[in-house]
Nanobody
């Protein structure tokens, strides 16, 4: 079992920045990929950014809507993933969920609210 705990959400004005963090605990060995998804009110959950582990070269994948504004990174122990969000827009508003993939299992955090509003 893997437990994911997110932090760093909040409210910010358009053009501002936020940094989200997610720490995994439990059976963290062999976590292949960690990342972030978001869900806006009335919409389906969508991919924001993911990153594979070092064994796969730390490959990143971003939604087109966030490319050039968001950066995903993992720390040296590889059990924490960060999402640096710059130049935030109102359409970035939503609940951001941390995600981890380990073998055939997928794990989710409880989510953290990000609100971008004037």
């Amino acid at each position: 079992q893997v437990k994911l705990v997110e932090s760093g959400g909040g409210m910010v004005q358009p053009g501002g920045s936020l940094r989200l963090s997610c720490t995994a605990s439990g059976n963290i060995l062999s976590i292949y990929r960690m990342g972030w998804y978001r869900q806006a009110p009335g919409k389906q959950r969508e991919l924001v950014a993911t990153m594979t582990d070092d064994s796969d070269g730390g490959r990143t994948n971003y939604a087109d809507s966030v490319k050039g504004r968001f950066t995903i990174s993992r720390d040296g122990t590889e059990n924490t993933v960060h999402l640096q969000m710059n130049n935030l827009k109102p359409e970035d508003t939503g609940v951001y969920f941390c995600n981890a993939e380990r073998f055939i299992n997928t794990y989710w955090g409880q989510g953290t609210q990000v609100t971008v509003s004037p």
